[in-house]
């Protein structure tokens, strides 16, 4: 099992509109395919949203990133509006394993 650690910066100002949209529409979405979400917080003095996923292996990540992001609703729906909020050419993603006393497993 491991987790990613990932870090969007946003564009100014705008931590509280991409905060919902990850509740209302990416984090459900995700979920409904499959993904375990364990976290999400946002770091408005920054502009910076993190959030943390859990897999099972590099297996079950590569079926779900497919499932998640080959599709037309995350390239027609989803993809179109993030530019508008995070600069995804910044963004972070930290591949963490657990240690046998976190609490996080």
């Not at 100002?13 to 919902?20: A, I, L, M, R, T």
């Not at 099972?56 to 609703?73: C, H, M, Q, S």
């Amino acid at each position: 099992m491991f987790f990613e650690l990932r870090v969007y910066p946003l564009q100014p100002g705008k931590g509280q509109e991409f905060s919902q949209y990850m509740d209302d529409e990416i984090i459900p979405y995700q979920l409904s395919k499959g993904m375990t979400i364990l976290a999400s917080f946002l770091n408005e003095a920054e502009d910076t949203y993190v959030w943390i996923r859990r897999f099972a292996d590099e297996a079950e990540k590569d079926a779900l990133y497919d499932a998640v992001y080959n599709n037309e609703y995350w390239r027609d729906e989803v993809a179109p509006k993030l530019p508008a909020l995070m600069d995804g050419s910044r963004l972070e993603v930290t591949v963490l394993n657990a240690t046998p006393r976190s609490f996080m497993q």
